[in-house]
């Protein structure tokens, strides 16, 4: 391990030479020497690097040779690297910060590159690790930070500068701007003290994470293979279901020789998708395109912009309002679900639909209090659908759509079918239960929900259920 020692060293010749001696007889190495002018013009730190038995007999000589005055504590020196905008000024919030904590920098480096960063390495010299554990929380948010060397044997510490790291490169990978970046570590960060207060392992969060940017990406371009099932309803609509590797279907059900799609998809598969549909439906640019989607969430709706038209409940469209509004939306009101969501967001670029393809088809913004009330109906083509919402047991806006002529019943993710997944699906699926400590907002209201949805289907005929993600359920007549 390694300690670092704030020593005065003697006024006499060879006094360095001394201590240096005394470290290298006990088989331990220094690693670094600091001279900090802002406690005083005649101390130095020595980082020594050894075992615990070998550094406490160095303390003990250091002490009884005169470097390690009473009055002085031991501390460590953490080697950081700030990334700040190359213009004047920018470097002053950091050193405000440090003067804050009351930390004093034992060393400090800069060079500019020619480009718009300049890189601060700058040494701290701290004497408690959870200041410093605050300390990099709180200087994320003002710039990109980078851990060049700490005392691994602190565990407080080491989990703070993990986060840090572990979301830099995260936000490598993903291309993430600066303030994206932030964000990312913020986030990161709350989903670890939520789950280390629920007793979790904190490091499973960044596995998780980590997990979930990489299968996202991992399926882009030519690994990009959704499965493509297709179904006949009662009446002859036909129904293909495209079901990514990662995220919601999207469901295109022809009528009429007109197409309604369900659901959208995550913004990071615009091209892919978009290909998939133009092989599956000749003239997909040219036709005037309407959706209908179950409910707001990230994965659902990352590709609205896809549809003239889209139909959703009253509190849906709130939804949307809100973020348009640069508001949280419903499930960023959960606190539990915020940083989640907002990871989603980061890692799938996001962004919300425009307004004006939205379109209500009832409900209120009333606190619902029964599950499943009918909101009302949609129609296109020859088809009619009916709009039932939930009362929030996935999340707030929820709507099943049933379509009885054709047995047909959009269900979100009110209703899906678990065991039907791929098994791209299977995994990306088992991350967010636990990254949010459950998908649904209330799970005690979202299986009141699947009972009641069950009394809604008649049982004299077949139907056709379709959830959000993985393959529809087949329900046989009676």
Not at 324 to 347: D, F, M, T
Not at 363 to 389: C, M, N, Q
Not at 456 to 475: N, Q, S, T, V, Y
Request: some cysteine; charged content about 25%; aromatic content about 10%.
């Amino acid at each position: 391990m390694r300690r670092t020692y704030t020593t005065t060293m003697p006024d006499r010749v060879g006094a360095f030479l001394g201590a240096s001696r005394y470290i290298a007889e006990e088989g331990a190495n220094i690693t670094r020497v600091s001279y900090n002018k802002a406690i005083d013009m005649h101390l130095l730190f020595l980082e020594v690097d050894g075992t615990i038995q070998q550094l406490i007999r160095i303390e003990e000589r250091l002490k009884e040779h005169g470097y390690l005055p009473e009055s002085l504590q031991q501390g460590k020196v953490m080697m950081m690297e700030f990334k700040l905008r190359d213009v004047p000024g920018t470097v002053l919030p950091v050193l405000e910060l440090i003067d804050s904590f009351h930390f004093n920098i034992s060393y400090i480096s800069s060079q500019e590159n020619g480009g718009a960063y300049q890189y601060f390495k700058m040494g701290l010299f701290v004497e408690d690790s959870d200041s410093v554990s605050r300390f990099m929380r709180e200087v994320s948010l003002l710039c990109q930070v980078k851990i060049i060397h700490y005392d691994r044997s602190e565990k407080n510490l080491d989990n703070t500068v993990f986060y840090l790291n572990f979301a830099n490169t995260i936000a490598k990978k993903a291309s993430l701007s600066e303030e994206d970046s932030r964000q990312l570590m913020v986030c990161a960060n709350q989903i670890m003290q939520l789950l280390d207060e629920r007793d979790r392992p904190p490091y499973k969060t960044f596995d998780y994470i980590s997990r979930f940017a990489e299968q996202i990406y991992a399926h882009k371009g030519e690994q990009f293979e959704p499965r493509i099932s297709s179904f006949t309803g009662r009446k002859g609509a036909k129904v293909t279901v495209i079901e990514p590797p990662t995220g919601c279907n999207l469901t295109a059900v022809e009528k009429d020789g007109q197409f309604l799609f369900v659901d959208s998809g995550f913004a990071c598969y615009r091209e892919e998708l978009l290909q998939t549909l133009r092989k599956l439906i000749p003239g997909y640019d040219r036709m005037e395109k309407t959706a209908i989607i179950s409910h707001g969430d990230v994965d659902h709706c990352g590709l609205l912009d896809f549809y003239d038209r889209v139909y959703m409940s009253e509190k849906c469209l709130q939804n949307f309002r809100w973020e348009a509004q640069g508001a949280p939306n419903y499930r960023e009101r959960n606190p539990l679900h915020q940083p989640y969501v907002r990871i989603s967001k980061l890692l799938s670029d996001y962004h919300g639909p425009e307004l004006y393809r939205l379109r209500s088809v009832g409900g209120s913004l009333e606190e619902p209090t029964k599950p499943l009330v009918r909101i009302g109906d949609f129609s296109f083509a020859s088809l009619r659908f009916e709009a039932y919402e939930g009362f929030g047991g996935h999340v707030a806006g929820e709507i099943v759509w049933i379509e009885r002529n054709e047995g047909l019943v959009f269900t979100g993710d009110v209703l899906v079918n678990l065991k039907g997944f791929i098994r791209p699906q299977a995994e990306f699926n088992r991350l967010a239960p636990f990254l949010m400590t459950s998908v649904d907002t209330d799970a005690a209201r979202a299986a009141e929900e699947r009972l009641v949805l069950d009394g809604l289907l008649e049982k004299d005929g077949a139907w056709l259920i379709f959830g959000g993600h993985g393959a529809p359920i087949e329900r046989p007549i009676g």
